[in-house]
C-alpha cells in the first residue's frame, strides 16, 4: 500500500515524503524501510508515545 501511495505522490509532483509510524510497529517500520525510508528524528508525543520519522525520496 505503501508503495502505491508513494506512486501516486510522484504522478502529483511530489519529490519527498515524510512517513511515520509507532516506535512498536514493527511491521510499518520494515515497510518504510523497505521502500526507501531514511530515518529522521524521532517525535515524542505528550503522553510518551515515540513515533519514528522517515524521509523517502521519490
Given amino acids: 500500500m505503501l508503495s502505491l501511495s508513494l506512486e501516486k505522490a510522484k504522478e502529483l509532483g511530489i519529490k519527498k515524503a515524510l512517513v511515520v509510524c509507532d516506535e512498536d510497529n514493527k511491521g510499518s517500520y520494515k515497510t518504510i524501510i523497505n521502500n526507501g525510508g531514511i ?3 524521532d ?3 505528550e503522553e510518551g508515545n515515540i513515533i519514528k520519522r522517515f524521509w523517502i525520496e521519490i
Avoid: L, V
Fill in 43 to 45: 517525535f515524542i508525543e
Fill in 39 to 41: 530515518p529522521d528524528s
